[in-house]
C-alpha cells in the first residue's frame, strides 16, 4: 500500500514539473515572438496600432502608413510578409475543409477545418494569403477564437482599403 502511494506522489510530482516546463515555454516562446515582431516592425519603420497574437503568429497593422505586418515563428525558421494596402483591392477571410473518414469502412466521410486564411487581392491580380489556422501544425485547439479574429481582421483591412487617405 505505502508504494503505490509512493509511486503516485512520484507521478504527481513528475507531471508538475511537466506542466510548470510547458507553461514556462510558452510565456518564453511569446515573448520571443512579441520580440522578434517588433524587430520587424522598427526595421520596416512601423507604426504598428493594433497587434494580434494567436499560437506561433503575430499580425499587426500600421493603420498611418498603411501596412500589415505578419510573422509566423516555426521551430526551425521564420516567415515574415509585408504588405502595402496601398497595392490591395480587396481583403476576405477564407476557410478551407479537409474529409476525413469517420469509420475503417471510409464510406461516411465529415468534414474539418484544415486552415483560416486572410486573403489580399493585390492590384496585380496576385493573391497574398495569411494562414491564421493550418490544422497540420494547430491541431483542433482555439479553432472558434481564431476564427473571430480573422474576421475581425478582415473588417478591419477592408475599412481601411475602401478609404481613400491610406
Known amino acids: 500500500m505505502g508504494f503505490n ?13 511537466l506542466l510548470g516546463a510547458l507553461m514556462y515555454g510558452k510565456k518564453h516562446s511569446a515573448k520571443k515572438l512579441r520580440k522578434h515582431f517588433d ?25 498611418r502608413n498603411g501596412k500589415v505586418l505578419y510573422l509566423r515563428c516555426g521551430a526551425f525558421k521564420s516567415q515574415s510578409t509585408l504588405i502595402d494596402l496601398k497595392t490591395i483591392i480587396h481583403c476576405s477571410y477564407r476557410k478551407l475543409y479537409l474529409q476525413t473518414p469517420v469509420n475503417s469502412n471510409r464510406k461516411e466521410v465529415k468534414l474539418i477545418v484544415s486552415d483560416v486564411l486572410l486573403e489580399f487581392d493585390q492590384e496585380d491580380l496576385t493573391i497574398v494569403s495569411l494562414p491564421f489556422y493550418q490544422h497540420s501544425m494547430d491541431g483542433y485547439s482555439d479553432i472558434t477564437s481564431i476564427e473571430q479574429k480573422a474576421r475581425r481582421w478582415e473588417v478591419l483591412v477592408q475599412k481601411l482599403i475602401s478609404t481613400p487617405d491610406t
Not at 504598428?48 to 499560437?55: G, L, Q
Not at 506561433?56 to 500600421?62: A, C, L, P, T, W
Open 39 to 63: 524587430k520587424l516592425a522598427e526595421q520596416n519603420s512601423l507604426l504598428i496600432s493594433s497587434v494580434e497574437t494567436f499560437r506561433s503568429r503575430m499580425v499587426g497593422i500600421d493603420c
Open 5 to 17: 502511494v509512493l509511486g503516485l506522489g512520484v507521478a504527481i510530482f513528475l507531471l508538475l514539473i
